[in-house]
């Protein structure tokens, strides 16, 4: 599975961002998307992810912000980030969960930098 994200940027604290992923090659074992993130020093965390039939977990620090969808039929995920926070500057990673065989993967995107300035 290949995956290209898109959107991202720089905005003021209290501003929107929606990010895009677009998965192509073995889409149909995709079960799982999502998005994680990453600053400098601090491990991947999980933002939010979404399953095939719509089932959707968030982290707690961007509940009631952060609202993520999916569109089965063009294999994308969008994920619209609001009342965005100074620590929600980070590198945000597309995330897949497919079957290969009897085995699950995971497949990541290049990455996308999201800068909120105070």
């Known amino acids: 599975v290949q995956l290209v994200e898109s959107g991202g940027g720089l905005v003021q604290a209290g501003g929107s961002l929606r990010l895009s992923c677009a998965a192509s090659?073995?889409?149909?074992?995709?079960?799982?998307m999502g998005w994680y993130r990453q600053s400098p020093g601090k491990q991947r965390e999980l933002v939010a992810s979404?399953?095939?039939?719509?089932?959707?977990n968030y982290a707690d620090s961007v509940k009631g912000r952060f609202t993520i969808s999916r569109d089965n039929a063009k294999i994308t995920i969008d994920l619209q980030m609001n009342s965005l926070k100074p620590d929600d500057t980070a590198v945000y990673y597309c995330?897949?969960?497919?079957?290969?065989?009897?085995?699950?993967?995971?497949?990541w995107g290049q990455g996308t930098q999201v800068t909120v300035s105070s």
């Open positions: 090659g073995s889409t149909w074992s995709i079960d799982v």
């Open positions: 995330h897949t969960r497919s079957l290969r065989g009897l085995y699950w993967g995971d497949d």
């Open positions: 979404i399953t095939h039939s719509g089932n959707t």
